[in-house]
């Protein structure tokens, strides 16, 4: 593998269903980001990770629950969510403040 | 509020022509600014940056312009190729910080 997966890269769910969605960046990178794309708004981000110590929460909602095991790692637990979620959520990774590589995504949409 | 704008949300243009995306800015702190391509189905990837000290920068067929003073970039592609079709993000951040603001796309179709 190379660059950043994502996993899995569709996902429905139930608004009581608890899921979560993995990122691998195989770059050697020491920061990782959660964004969040809702239909026709732009990239939101959501968490950023450096050095696996989370460093930026932008106000998001506490039924999104992150976790960055090590710095090629992160997760994002979902528990509880909303039909207003259903959204593409992108992972990147960058070499400190250096541009970011993005993953394809996963398509979530909750019923 | 969004402090990236791109009001384009298309724009086609003929294999062999000049494409240019606009992009505008609101916030004063952005200093460093950044182009995204975007395929269906992938993530985004890095195109072009430019700094604030530069009022342009080129990489191949793309160049940015930067014009601080009217808080606008855009982006020429010249020669436009079938290929370059795509959504094209605008995104900027300040110098230091790992947040990059993003516009909310321009899908550039380049017919043959």
């Known amino acids: 593998e190379t660059g950043v997966t994502q996993t899995p890269r569709h996902l429905v769910m139930g608004m009581t269903n608890k899921k979560s969605l993995k990122c691998e960046q195989h770059?050697?990178?020491?920061?990782m980001y959660w964004y969040k794309q809702s239909a026709k708004k732009p990239l939101e981000l959501m968490f950023v990770?450096?050095?696996?110590?989370?460093?930026e929460n932008n106000s998001v909602p506490s039924r999104f629950s992150p976790e960055c095991p090590n710095s090629s790692h992160l997760f994002l637990h979902l528990h509880t969510l909303q039909p207003e979620d259903s959204a593409l959520y992108l992972c990147?990774?960058?070499?400190?403040?250096?541009?970011?590589?993005f993953g394809p995504g996963t398509r979530l949409t909750v019923l | 509020d969004q402090q990236v704008k791109q009001n384009s949300p298309s724009l086609s243009v003929q294999e062999g022509r000049i494409s240019i995306l606009n992009c505008d800015y609101t916030?004063?702190?952005?200093?460093?600014f950044l182009w995204y391509k975007k395929y269906p189905a992938e993530g985004p990837t890095f195109l072009i940056s430019?700094?604030?000290?530069?009022d342009k920068n080129e990489d191949g067929r793309f160049t940015v312009f930067l014009n601080k003073s009217a808080k606008h970039l855009s982006l020429h592609i010249v020669p436009s190729q079938p290929g370059d079709s795509a959504v094209y993000f605008c995104?900027?951040?300040?110098?230091?910080?790992?947040?990059?603001?993003f516009g909310i796309g321009t899908k550039l179709q380049v017919i043959p």
């Open positions: 430019i700094s604030s000290i530069k």
């Open positions: 916030n004063s702190m952005f200093d460093y």
């Open positions: 990770y450096n050095f696996k110590e989370q460093t």
């Open positions: 770059l050697g990178h020491n920061a």
């Open positions: 995104a900027a951040s300040t110098q230091g910080y790992q947040k990059v603001t």
């Open positions: 990147a990774s960058s070499e400190g403040l250096n541009e970011q590589f």
